[in-house]
Nanobody
Framework: QVQLVESGGGLVQPGGSLRLSCAASGHGVFSIYTMGWYRQAPGKQRELVAFITDGGSTNYADSVKGRFTISRDNAKTTVYLHMNSLKPEDTAVYYC????????WGQGTQVTVSS
């Protein structure tokens, strides 16, 4: 069973930046998984915003393209999400998981973009 722990969220002003981390532990060969970052805003469904394959190819939702960058460090079994030019509409709880999601969800990390 893989456990996922997200961190790095916080309160940031519009236009600011944050880096989220997701540490994976437990059974499984992390390096072979396609990993994704998801977010869930209040009253909305959880959505996939970015994913990275085992080979390092990346894909982004249109809403974050050009502002967010996903990366991974297989040696540390960690996935990152670098978020720049943050907007109020990026406010959400952010989660990581496989893409498609098959692991138990972690607790997520809250990102609030507000002046």
């Amino acid at each position: 069973q893989v456990q996922l722990v997200e961190s790095g969220g916080g309160l940031v002003q519009p236009g600011g930046s944050l880096r989220l981390s997701c540490a994976a532990s437990g059974h499984g060969v992390f390096s072979i998984y396609t990993m994704g970052w998801y977010r869930q805003a209040p009253g909305k469904q959880r959505e996939l915003v970015a994913f990275i394959t085992d080979g390092g190819s990346t894909n982004y939702a249109d809403s974050v393209k050009g502002r967010f960058t996903i990366s991974r460090d297989n040696a540390k079994t960690t996935v990152y999400l670098h978020m720049n030019s943050l907007k109020p509409e990026d406010t959400a709880v952010y989660y990581c998981n496989r893409a498609p999601a098959t692991f138990p969800w972690g607790q997520g990390t809250q990102v609030t973009v507000s002046s």
